[in-house]
């Protein structure tokens, strides 16, 4: 923990860290709505066992983006960089989401239209729901556990790729 402290006390580039929020936003938003779109043509229209592969595919890309932005290494970038990540995962399941909606009401637009229903659309609890919701089927619980330990080893790697 001293050694935490320490690290982020450390002065960092300013530029740097400005291009590193700009393209780390923008990827997450971007990518994570691109594997979105290709999460829900995998789930829907093939095997629901690829679309776990997505999530690798958006690990590469992103993890590679954010790892050019910046000069100089901080810890701030590798914490940054997990951050985004799961902004992408976000944006992965908002984009599938939305296109299910799309499919089913033909205007997506429309549940915009009252702020309640927007906001149930908008809540990340929604995306994040293999760590919350749970039952007693074994593809249920395989598949959170596995969502799970993806996430939570790309998390790792993407930290430690950051300090390359």
Do not use: C
């Amino acid at each position: 923990m001293k050694h935490l402290m320490y690290e982020l006390k450390q002065p960092f580039y300013k530029e740097d860290m400005k291009r590193f929020l700009l393209e780390g936003f923008l990827a997450s938003v971007v990518f994570g709505g691109f594997i979105g779109a290709l999460d829900f043509i995998l789930s829907n229209y093939f095997n629901s066992i690829l679309a776990i592969f997505t999530y690798l595919i958006l690990y590469y890309f992103l993890s590679n983006r954010l790892f050019r932005s910046f000069n100089q290494y901080h810890i701030w970038y590798s914490i940054l960089a997990v951050f985004f990540l799961l902004l992408a995962e976000y944006a992965m399941g908002l984009t599938a989401n939305l296109l299910v909606i799309q499919i089913i009401t033909g205007n997506a637009t429309v549940i915009f239209s009252d702020v309640r229903t927007a906001i149930s659309i908008l809540n990340p609890l929604i995306y994040f729901s293999y760590i919350w919701r749970w039952s007693l089927s074994f593809e249920v619980i395989f598949s959170n556990l596995i969502q799970i330990l993806f996430v939570v080893y790309f998390s790792f790697s993407i930290y430690r790729v950051m300090k390359r």
